[in-house]
């Protein structure tokens, strides 16, 4: 069937155009900003003005007024980050105090407050994304966001959502949410909502950053492996991946009114994500009509001119190529317009007005406690459920035999295994020793695994570890610990009704994972499993951790994907595996039977050949096709797919009711109007799927009912709905999931919008993407 757009191409967005000249060889050799400034992506210029769309109207006007009051050195500053000695922040811009601007903190990172006291270690992003928790989300951020306002802080450097995930073993998987860009963009958008109440949320890393292998130059800040080569890994994406994949979350960032956004280290299309127009000045500035202002990654930046041309708008921590005059300069000699830094210098101070002036912190506390003080405590007593509760949602359990789990009151609990216990040291928010920029990184970590390394870590109140947690449950119990967490080959006790074994999978920023598996904790697993007839095992893993090796074990009876709880990671395991709360987290990305399942998903792209401009090089080209959507493509069976996770009832699906929103709504023309994130009308519901859910088994339990769309010419299945509700046993709950033109929408490259096909969309309702319990099809015609 000819397939025919519905509703479609008035919305095209009119770019500006401007050529110029490729460097030649030889002034590329005399020149390194020309060098640097090498690309063949898409020249979009001039950079677009912020313009106060939507609510962003009062704080636009507000930094006008006070922009227009400013020098350009002024300006400058407002640009460029200093370091103080005095202050704990990870980035610094100064103040301007005649105009009651205080200045800038900007702080790591999205799982919590890192590297001071008195602050919380909320459970991290890939825990996030198991838990398919919209509120949980939110009220994660609102806490989190406030610890950050109370230490002085205005802009967290978070949440992350790049990398997606479409390289398996990738560093950073564990920050973001998903490997699907539907849930990472849902939650992304209630955590830059719950996060703004109290800061400027920092979207990053735009764009294409999906590995830390050559992710920077040598030399630069955070260079890391790229000993040999001139520049960084550069992603090449095509327009429609771009749109369906990788832009898709900072799109719901964006529409979630999001302040700031952190350019990456990488390329994209050859060209520096901190210097590319068609990124920053089309996608971004034009396109998704982003009011706020686009920072560097740390050491990002690597030209003046054509950074400040492309977009950029801050460069942090510092600039050797904006501050010293040059940038005032670059003005005065016409190669950055004079609306160009105004424009640069609004977006700052707007955002900063509309989201964090901290003229009233909360507590009566000065601004910008990060610097020397005295003791701030930044946690509010009202987190505490939350924190405890975000981190029971991102338990996975994936092996249950014979209902081994939950727990009755076992008398012999034997423990093993490095994960269980807390480190001897505190670790502070894993800054040193413990991954960081060019650490090594092993595949395991010593100590119960609660966050990962490098600036997405946190730091904990406390740790409360597995040890700790089974302790006090022994003592309400009278169950007699047996523990060895030390030996890579433990004996166990004969008499054990239940060995459990901890083990994690490290990862932390600056380096790719070496496996998704690890002998050592592969051999202490098969080590108790050979002795204990009931073993368990849990693995706090910072991304996809494969288990193949022993799965089928039969003495091994259940096993727990625990992901990174926080600080609350002991008392949470111990909820589930006691049955206290049914588990209810899912997958929120694909585990496979064996690594070479991933294909050349597996591991980061890394340098070949001859040196040359354009090494290395990513090509993107199985464009959307990643995790699930790459597995069902090739038709592989995985070990536990994407949305899998077992729970202590059982549930059925009945009454699915799929109703077009509005029977004449999808010929209307989309209304074209530019809001953040782009054309009103993508929001515009289309339709609505229902569906009832029962508890048919002996438990409380809570579902997360999961809707998958077939787009025409599309992924057989994509997820673009899903709810979470907790269902008693013998009731049900019906569950709503609103389809908007974006969700039914594809990418078209020649009229450069989303379109509407005319056809049939099946709908699949499951527990997983390949546990579909009830379909339909919704149907579009001319
Ligand atoms: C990258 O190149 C592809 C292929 O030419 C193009 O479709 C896409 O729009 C480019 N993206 C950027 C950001 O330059
Ligand atoms: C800009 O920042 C520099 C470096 O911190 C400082 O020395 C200078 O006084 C500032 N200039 C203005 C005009 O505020
Ligand atoms: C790039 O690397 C090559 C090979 O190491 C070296 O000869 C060249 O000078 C480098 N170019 C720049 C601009 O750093
Ligand atoms: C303008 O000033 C900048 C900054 O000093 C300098 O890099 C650039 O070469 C100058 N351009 C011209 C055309 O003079
Ligand atoms: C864990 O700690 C033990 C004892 O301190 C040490 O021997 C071992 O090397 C550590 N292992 C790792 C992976 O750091
Ligand atoms: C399972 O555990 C029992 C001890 O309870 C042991 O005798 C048996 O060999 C184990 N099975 C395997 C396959 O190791
Ligand atoms: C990536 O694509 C470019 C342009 O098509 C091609 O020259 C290059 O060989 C590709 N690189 C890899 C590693 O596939
Ligand atoms: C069809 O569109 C018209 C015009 O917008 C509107 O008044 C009417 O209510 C719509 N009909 C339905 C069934 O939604
Ligand atoms: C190879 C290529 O496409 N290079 C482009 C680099 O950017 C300039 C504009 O800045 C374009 O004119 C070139 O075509």
């Not at 992350?160 to 963009?185: C, H, I, K, M, Q």
């Not at 940038?327 to 609306?339: F, H, I, K, P």
């Not at 060019?438 to 695994?449: M, P």
Request: aromatic share 10%.
């Amino acid at each position: 069937m000819q397939l025919s757009i519905l509703a479609a191409a008035t919305c095209v967005v009119q770019l500006a155009n401007f050529a110029s000249a490729e460097p030649t060889a030889k002034e590329v050799a005399a020149n390194l900003e020309l060098f640097w400034s090498y690309n063949r992506s898409d020249p979009v210029y001039p950079s677009p003005k912020i313009s106060g769309l939507g609510d962003w109207e009062f704080a636009y006007l507000k930094a006008v007024e006070i922009v227009s009051q400013l020098t350009n050195e002024e300006k400058v500053n407002l640009t460029v980050g200093y370091s103080s000695e005095l202050t704990g922040c990870s980035g610094m811009i100064q103040s301007i105090p005649d105009l009651g601007f205080d200045g800038m903190c900007l702080q790591d990172a999205g799982n919590g407050v890192r590297g001071t006291d008195m602050v919380s270690s909320y459970a991290s992003g890939i825990h996030v994304g198991a838990s398919w928790n919209k509120q949980l989300a939110y009220d994660r951020a609102l806490y989190m966001g406030a610890e950050f306002r109370r230490k002085g802080a205005n802009v967290i450097l978070g949440p992350v959502v790049g990398p997606l995930g479409r390289v398996a073993t990738s560093g950073r998987n564990w920050e973001g949410f998903s490997s699907d860009p539907y849930l990472t963009g849902s939650l992304a958008y209630e955590t830059v909502v719950g996060l703004q109440k109290n800061v400027v949320a920092c979207v990053k890393h735009y764009i294409g950053n999906e590995q830390e292998t050559n992710r920077s130059p040598p030399g630069s800040y955070g260079g890391t492996s790229a000993t040999k080569y001139n520049a960084s890994v550069s992603a090449n994406i095509d327009d429609k991946t771009m749109h369906e994949a990788y832009l898709w979350p900072f799109q719901d960032s964006v529409h979630a009114g999001a302040g700031s956004i952190m350019g990456s280290y990488n390329r994209v299309n050859n060209s520096y994500a901190c210097q590319n127009s068609k990124a920053l000045n089309g996608l971004l500035k034009t396109e998704l009509g982003f009011q706020g202002f686009v920072v560097s990654d740390w050491g990002g930046q690597h030209t003046g001119i054509a950074s400040a041309n492309a977009g950029l708008d801050m460069a942090m921590p510092s600039s050797s190529y904006w501050e010293s005059g040059h940038l005032v300069e670059a003005v005065n000699n016409g190669s950055v317009s004079q609306d160009r830094l105004d424009d640069m210098a609004t977006r700052v101070i707007a955002a900063w007005y509309k989201y964090a002036r901290l003229d009233d912190p909360g507590n009566g506390m000065p601004s910008n406690v990060l610097e020397a003080h005295d003791l701030v405590d930044a946690r509010d007593p009202a987190s505490k459920n939350t924190i405890f509760q975000g981190a029971v949602e991102g338990h996975v359990l994936v092996k249950n035999v014979d209902n081994a789990l939950p727990l009755k009151k076992p008398k012999l609990i034997s423990l093993y295994g490095y994960d269980g216990i807390a480190t001897d040291t505190e670790i502070q928010g894993a800054s040193s020793g413990f991954g960081g920029f060019g650490g090594d990184v092993a595949a395991i970590s010593n100590g119960t695994l609660y966050t990962g390394g490098g600036s997405g870590s946190n730091t904990p109140s406390y740790i409360d570890a597995p040890f700790n947690a089974f302790s006090q449950k022994a003592w309400e119990d009278g169950s007699f610990l047996s523990w060895d967490f030390a030996s890579a080959e433990p004996n166990v006790n004969a008499e054990s009704d239940v060995c459990i074994v901890f083990i994690n999978a490290y990862a932390t920023e600056g380096s790719d994972r070496p496996n998704l598996a690890d002998k050592y904790s592969d051999n202490l697993v098969e080590s108790v499993a050979d002795q204990c007839a009931n073993t368990m095992v849990v693995i706090h893993n910072a991304g996809i951790r494969l288990v193949d090796n022993w799965i089928d074990h039969e003495n091994i009876t259940a096993v727990i994907m625990a992901h990174l709880p926080g600080q609350d990671a002991g008392r949470s395991l111990v909820e589930v595996m006691y049955g206290k709360q049914s588990p209810s987290g899912r997958l929120p990305y694909t585990v496979a039977k064996k690594e070479s399942d991933y294909g050349t998903l597996l591991d980061p792209t890394t340098p070949e050949g001859n040196v040359d401009l354009y090494y290395s090089q990513s090509n993107f080209t199985e464009g959307v096709y990643i995790d699930y959507k790459a597995f069902i493509k090739s038709n592989i069976t995985p070990r536990y797919e994407f949305g899998f996770g077992l729970t202590y009832t059982t549930f059925e699906y009945t009454d699915l009711d799929l109703q077009t929103a509005s029977a004449n709504q999808s010929y209307l023309p989309p209304d074209c109007t530019i809001a953040e994130g782009g054309p009103v009308s993508l929001w515009d519901v289309l339709a609505t799927a229902k569906v009832t859910v029962t508890n048919t088994g002996e438990v409380a339990a809570a579902e997360v009912a999961q809707l998958y769309v077939g787009i025409p010419n599309g992924p057989p299945k994509v997820l673009r709905g899903y709810g979470k509700q907790t269902i008693q046993p013998g009731q049900s709950a019906e569950y709503v999931f609103d389809l908007t033109r974006r969700d039914l929408s594809t990418w078209d490259t020649v009229t450069q919008n989303w379109v509407l096909q005319a056809g049939s969309y099946p709908v699949y309702v499951g527990k997983s993407v390949l546990d579909i319990q009830i379909g339909g099809a919704l149907t579009f015609t001319n």
